[in-house]
């Protein structure tokens, strides 16, 4: 997208696309890598808990 | 964009999960498999000790007898039914899918906070927001609450988790404001909002708690766990610089 802006800069491997696809992008991948980290380190159903016990742990996130 | 932030962000947690996997194996595992056998009478997860297996295998006969059922009954009699992954095989794959399901969160939140800041997106600069990523919810976290093993006593566990969740992002927006703002009362707010979660205090027990683990193994678990958040974020850092830049669209 809008490659007619940025051919100039992919190259040297910075943003690509223009402020709005970099916010959408950006909002997006918060709020999944939140929620990723969310289910593996502190949601309480307790087949999670178990299957993500020693990664809690190991990470330092509370667990039990 | 989209597809190049989600690749780049699932290909680095993948690469770093899977790694970060290998170091728990030789580090922080067997330290909580130990503490684990400490932990008897608890009735808690994975519980190895002596007593709580041979109380387990009394409760698994009785059951054979009763029913004629086989010895599946073994964890229900321990955890209510609850499933867990068995001990060996199965327990280190979902220990390792948990690992790249948190490295690819971090992963993605380091890519969001790069694109929403405008910064070019290297190896160097990603490994810099890693650091700063694990002063956050790796070094200022342990301040208030140690990592911890099983069969320690701790505070409530909702409590504990909402001083974590708050003092990961009190710190991950203060050094915002100490790095990368100009002024001066901006940088000060920043100390101030840095120090807050602490001055406040994480939550804990009252008195000291008697634990069941012993003095050096909670140590040596302190330290192994903050290594292994470090290298978490460290390697999911290299691995978002490294897959950005080999994932640019071709240019004309």
């Known amino acids: 997208m809008n490659t ?39 949601a309480h159903p307790s087949a999670l808990h178990n299957a993500a016990h020693d990664t809690r742990h190991a990470l330092g996130f509370p667990c039990h | ?8 962000g699932l290909l680095a947690g ?94 993605l939140v380091l890519l969001a906070g790069m694109l929403l800041a405008g910064d070019r997106i290297t190896e160097t600069t990603a490994i810099g927001w ?5 002063v956050a919810t790796g070094l200022s976290p342990s301040l208030g609450l140690s990592p911890e093993l099983p069969g320690m006593p701790a505070a409530d566990l909702v409590s504990r988790q909402a ?3 708050a003092t990961a992002l009190c710190t991950a927006a203060a050094l915002w404001l100490i790095l990368r703002s100009e002024h001066g009362w901006a ?34 678990f302190t330290g192994a766990s903050l290594a292994v958040h470090a290298s978490l974020w460290a390697l999911s850092g290299f691995f978002v610089g490294f897959w950005w830049r080999r994932l640019a669209p071709a240019s004309a």
Do not use: C, Y
Request: aromatic share 6%.
């Open chain 1, 4 to 42: 007619h802006l940025d051919n100039s800069i992919a190259n040297r491997g910075t943003l690509t696309s223009e402020r709005s696809g970099v916010l959408a992008a950006a909002g997006l991948a918060l709020a999944l890598g939140l929620s990723l980290v969310f289910t593996t380190g502190f």
């Open chain 2, 1 to 8: 964009m989209i597809s190049r932030v989600l690749a780049a």
């Open chain 2, 14 to 107: 993948l690469l770093a999960g899977l790694a970060i996997a290998v170091l728990q194996a030789f580090t922080t595992t067997p330290l909580i498999l130990e503490a684990e056998s400490f932990e008897g009478g608890h009735g808690h997860d994975h519980a190895q000790s002596l007593t709580a297996a041979s109380a387990l295998l009394q409760h698994a006969v009785l059951k054979t007898a009763a029913n004629g059922a086989a010895l599946i009954e073994i964890h229900s009699a321990e955890d209510a039914g609850m499933w867990m992954p068995e001990d060996g095989l199965e327990r280190t794959v979902f220990t390792s899918i948990a690992n790249v399901g948190t490295a690819i969160g971090f992963a």
């Open chain 2, 130 to 134: 890693a650091a700063a990523g694990f």
């Open chain 2, 163 to 165: 001083w974590w969740l």
């Open chain 2, 187 to 220: 940088k000060a707010l920043g100390v101030l909002v840095l120090l807050a979660p602490h001055i406040w205090g994480a939550p804990h027990l009252e008195g000291h708690a008697e634990s069941a683990v012993p003095a050096h193994l909670a140590a040596q």
